[in-house]
């Protein structure tokens, strides 16, 4: 069968004004970047936060780098510690990195200079609704996803939580990246199909990458 992009691959899609899709962008590194994920759970667990409104959260959270998104009954709050463990957050390792900010740079954002990596853990079913990334002090930096194992739908939409959204298929080793015009629009993820992938058995992980301070 003729293979269209056999050869060609990272390629990228634009979603909007300042976003877009690097398809298969992280692909290479992806069980680099899996094995370092483990090493970072083996340090501060993956957990499922309980929201301000009293909700747990479908999708289970750890962190890396100087600073960790977290949220509590107090609120969403980025901080040096995870409070489950009490422990500092371990460092972001230099691929994470190097990755994240090659792939900031390969969508016109140059100078990206991350602080946070949240790692999110998805099940069948788990599901994270329409929001804004918008707890961030420097909205100029972008935000760079990467996706990893079972592909979920994203919702990319606009800036009301009501307006209409593009929905995109995330496959292994895909990073969005968004910033400028588009960093505060709305995006979430639908509920995860249950399925095996071969790299990460009945999960999806997505690394958020971003400049919290
Ligand atoms: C997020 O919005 O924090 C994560 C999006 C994703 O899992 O792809
Ligand atoms: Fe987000």
């Given at each position: 069968?003729?293979?269209l992009f ?6 990228s899609?634009?979603l909007a004004?300042?976003?877009q899709?690097?398809r298969r ?6 069980d680099?970047?899996?094995?370092e ?7 501060n667990?993956f957990?499922h936060?309980i929201t301000?409104?009293g909700?747990?959260?479908s999708v289970a959270?750890t962190n ?6 977290s ?5 969403y ?12 957050w ?9 990755l994240a900010v090659?792939a900031?740079?390969?969508a016109?954002f140059?100078?990206?200079?991350p ?8 099940e069948?079913?788990a ?9 961030e002090k420097?909205?100029?930096?972008p935000?760079?996803s990467v ?10 939409g606009?800036f009301?939580?009501?307006?209409a959204t593009?929905r995109?298929?995330l496959?292994h080793?895909d ?8 960093r505060l629009r709305?995006?979430g993820?639908l509920p995860?199909k249950a ?7 009945a999960?999806r992980?997505?690394?958020t990458?971003?400049?919290a301070f």
């Amino acid at each position: 069968m003729l293979d269209l992009f056999s050869g060609e691959a990272p390629w990228s899609e634009p979603l909007a004004e300042g976003a877009q899709v690097l398809r298969r962008y992280a692909l290479a590194q992806a069980d680099a970047l899996l094995a370092e994920i483990e090493n970072i759970a083996a340090l501060n667990p993956f957990y499922h936060r309980i929201t301000p409104g009293g909700h747990r959260m479908s999708v289970a959270m750890t962190n890396c780098g100087d600073f960790g998104w977290s949220t509590n009954a107090r609120g969403y709050q980025y901080s040096r510690e995870d409070e489950e463990s009490g422990s500092r957050w371990p460092p972001m390792p230099a691929l994470f990195r190097s990755l994240a900010v090659a792939a900031a740079k390969e969508a016109g954002f140059s100078g990206f200079n991350p602080d946070a990596c949240l790692i999110n853990r998805y099940e069948p079913g788990a599901k994270l609704t329409l929001h804004q990334d918008k707890d961030e002090k420097d909205l100029r930096q972008p935000i760079v996803s990467v996706s990893l194992g079972l592909p979920a739908i994203f919702q990319f939409g606009g800036f009301e939580r009501d307006a209409a959204t593009q929905r995109i298929l995330l496959e292994h080793g895909d990073v969005v990246v968004w910033g400028g015009p588009s960093r505060l629009r709305y995006h979430g993820i639908l509920p995860l199909k249950a399925g095996i992938h071969p790299q990460c058995g009945a999960f999806r992980y997505n690394l958020t990458f971003r400049r919290a301070f």
